[in-house]
T-cell receptor
């Protein structure tokens, strides 16, 4: 069974803080994704990575960066958190471009 | 890029009735269409998917139909049960690229 683990489920951060969201998958998947989920807006892609040290911008990359130093780990970084980044963040992975994606449990981030 | 529209945004049905959720997509090159179910506070989980070379797929009470000409696909749930209550997301993936494009979600409530 595919396991995508997000280490932090609930976080409260102050405006301007640097925030790290970590994601680990245990199935040797090539692709990893970070989505943001907001009511009425569905799932919007922030960044994805198709290989170690490779990344591509999604639809809403502004204010975010990512890091993939190891195949199993994909980190989302908020360089300077703002209140409009309060949201649910979902990490996901897929074996390849031909396969579906599997999601983590999500990280609820509140920026005050 | 691809644009996926999903309707309705909310749906209430009586237990035992059928529920239908519809999605349209814009990129005729999309060839893979998964559906995800997200229960409150949980991760989205794949419930059924269909590829562009198939017109219909069924798994027990759940079916998905695809009309490539009209560029729309639908999720059908028959004999609904209270445990079907959740948010359902459709998605489309173009044949080129790794990115999935999601609909905005349908909140289904099954009334006992």
């Amino acid at each position: 069974d595919v396991k995508v683990t997000q280490s932090s489920r609930y976080l409260v951060k102050r405006t301007g803080e640097k925030v790290f969201l970590e994601c680990v998958q245990d199935m040797d998947h090539e692709n990893m994704f970070w989505y943001r989920q907001d009511p009425g807006l569905g799932l919007r892609l922030i960044y994805f990575s198709y290989d170690v040290k490779m990344k591509e911008k999604g639809d809403i990359p502004e204010g975010y960066s990512v890091s993939r130093e190891k195949k199993e780990r994909f980190s989302l970084i908020l360089e300077s958190a703002s209140t409009n980044q309060t949201s649910m963040y979902l990490c996901a992975s897929s074996l390849s471009v031909l396969n579906t994606i599997y999601f983590g449990e999500g990280s609820w981030l509140t920026v005050v | 890029g691809e644009n996926v529209e999903q309707h309705p945004s909310t749906l209430s049905v009586q237990e035992g009735d059928s529920a239908v959720i519809k999605c349209t997509y814009s990129d005729s090159a999309s060839n893979y269409f998964p559906w995800y179910k997200q229960e409150l506070g949980k991760r989205p989980q794949l419930i059924i998917d269909i590829r562009s070379n198939v017109g219909e797929k069924k798994d027990q009470r759940i079916a998905v139909t695809l009309n490539k000409t009209a560029k729309h696909f639908s999720l059908h749930i028959t004999e609904t049960q209270p445990e079907d209550s959740a948010v359902y997301f459709c998605a489309a993936r173009p044949v080129t690229g790794n990115q999935f494009y999601f609909g905005t979600g349908t909140s289904l409530t099954v009334i006992p």
